[in-house]
């Protein structure tokens, strides 16, 4: 079974689980192909594929993993020098660390009341495990998924400043609606699903 998954999602939470799956089904052969991007042809070469969005791509069937809650991060080197910033307002003194548009930090900066913010500086990084590295070597402020990031939240390695997040975004696990999965492809999604608490099938709102 050939798995399309996000690179960041892979290290920070699948990764970490894949011992189970192949303690459970050793004939099973379950192949990663780590890429941020996915186009219908990518289901030629692919079972699944796990996407991150507000919502799945069209003309897939799809099954909610994990919800977002996107907030901002920062390393607690960053903390110590710089100090935490107390409110949303604050964060106009750090330079903000956006993914490939500054899209993100915009819905988050106008949820919590400051939309005018743009932070010192602020620069594009389209790879969540670099703009991650960026982060972790005190150059700037991310939006992380606190979901994931709570281990070294509660380790004192990152500062999660706001309780503010952004709950729209999330993980969701895919495949085109006109194939119907293999018998092996199946186990895959069943043991996800067991792994979240349990998911079904997403249908957009009409």
């Not at 994990?66 to 710089?82: F, K, V, Y």
Request: proline content about 7%; glycine content about 10%.
């Amino acid at each position: 079974v050939s798995l399309i998954c996000r690179p960041f999602f892979s290290s920070f939470w699948l990764a970490a689980r894949l011992h189970d799956f192949w303690a459970r089904h050793p004939r099973i052969s379950l192949n990663l192909i780590h890429q941020t991007t996915l186009g219908l042809a990518d289901f030629d070469r692919a079972d699944l594929a796990v996407v991150w969005g507000k919502a799945p791509p069209p003309g897939m069937t799809a099954y909610p993993l994990l919800s977002g809650g996107l907030t901002p991060i920062l390393h607690a080197w960053l903390a110590r020098e710089q100090g935490i910033p107390k409110q949303p307002a604050d964060l106009q003194d750090y330079v903000l660390l956006h993914e490939e548009s500054r899209l993100g930090w915009g819905e988050w900066l106008a949820k919590a009341g400051v939309p005018d913010v743009v932070g010192c500086h602020s620069y594009l990084i389209d790879d969540t495990n670099v703009r991650y590295q960026s982060m972790l070597r005190g150059q700037g402020i991310m939006l992380g998924m606190a979901n994931l990031l709570r281990p070294q939240i509660e380790g004192g390695e990152l500062v999660q400043p706001f309780t503010l997040t952004l709950e729209e975004y999330g993980y969701w696990l895919v495949h085109p609606e006109a194939r119907r999965p293999t018998l092996r492809a199946q186990h895959v999604i069943d043991w996800l699903g067991e792994q979240v608490g349990g998911f079904k099938a997403w249908h957009p709102a009409h």
